[in-house]
């Protein structure tokens, strides 16, 4: 997971770019064949054990999912958490710092 | 009578088939995914399926940015930001999709309602934003016109 999150004033902006290959479920192969679906489904974030993100996933997330929001109350040198699942059962949890701009 | 030790043993069995399924798919089975609305074929479908039958308005107080035309339909950049208080949700729709509900936001406590996220689009139409506030809904949409369809 690429992460960054920059506080200004206590409201964190946070972009993010998580590599995965987000398969449709649609697509053929060259060969012919329906290539499965695997796309991530759900992604948390939190902060202080206080969850600041929750969104859920499907096949229209392009490839290598890339989104940002926005929340409050969080200063530079804290820690954000995000996590992420996908429809295959993978998932993937990480710590980034909030940095100053 | 009561049950067999046969039985006993089935039962006991079964059970522990069950759970030891469960530990090695935990994710799957108890991660939070509507189904229903991201399956569903037509937006309105999925519309109900996330938010039930709560009576929905245009509204311009949601502000929806998307480029006019996409060169490539696999990456179609979208933002959303509203100043409209009490927003709990956001949810974005490519209509043209196989199944248009492409992302659902919680609107959590500490967030603000400003979002981007990167969509795919099968082939030119409207991309459709719902919010959801109160016990209202507040839809606002806009046509790209897709130059390379992003479905594969």
């Known amino acids: 997971m690429k992460v960054k999150a920059v506080a200004v004033n206590e409201v964190v902006s946070v972009k993010l770019l998580i590599p995965h290959p987000m398969e449709t479920g649609r697509r053929k192969d060259q060969g012919g064949n329906i290539v499965p679906a695997h796309f991530i489904t759900e992604v948390t974030a939190s902060h202080k054990g206080q969850e600041v993100f929750h969104a859920e996933f499907g096949p229209g997330v392009s490839r290598d999912p890339f989104f940002a929001f926005q929340f409050d109350g969080a200063k530079a040198g804290d820690t954000l958490t995000i996590s992420w699942v996908d429809n295959k059962g993978s998932s993937e949890k990480s710590d980034f710092p909030i940095v100053a701009m | ?152």
Do not use: H
Not at chain 2, 18 to 23: I, R, Y
Not at chain 2, 47 to 76: C, K, N, Q
């Open chain 2, 1 to 152: 009578m009561g049950i067999s030790r046969r039985q006993f043993f089935r039962s006991i069995a079964g059970t522990f088939l069950s759970l030891s399924v469960m530990s090695v798919f935990p994710e799957r089975l108890f991660a939070r995914w509507n189904a229903g609305a991201f399956k569903a074929g037509k937006l309105d479908d999925a519309v109900r399926e996330l938010y039930g039958t709560l009576p929905e308005e245009d509204s311009s107080s949601i502000e929806l940015t998307v480029p006019e035309i996409a060169d490539d339909g696999a990456f179609v950049p979208v933002s959303v930001s509203s100043g409209m208080p009490g927003i709990t949700s956001i949810s974005i729709f490519s209509e043209t999709n196989f199944s248009p509900l492409v992302a659902s936001f919680d609107i959590l406590p500490r967030m603000r309602p400003n979002l981007s996220l990167r969509i795919r689009m099968a082939e030119t139409g409207k991309v459709v934003v719902i919010a959801k506030a109160g016990d209202r809904l507040y839809r606002t949409s806009k046509l790209v016109v897709v130059s390379v369809g992003g479905c594969g």
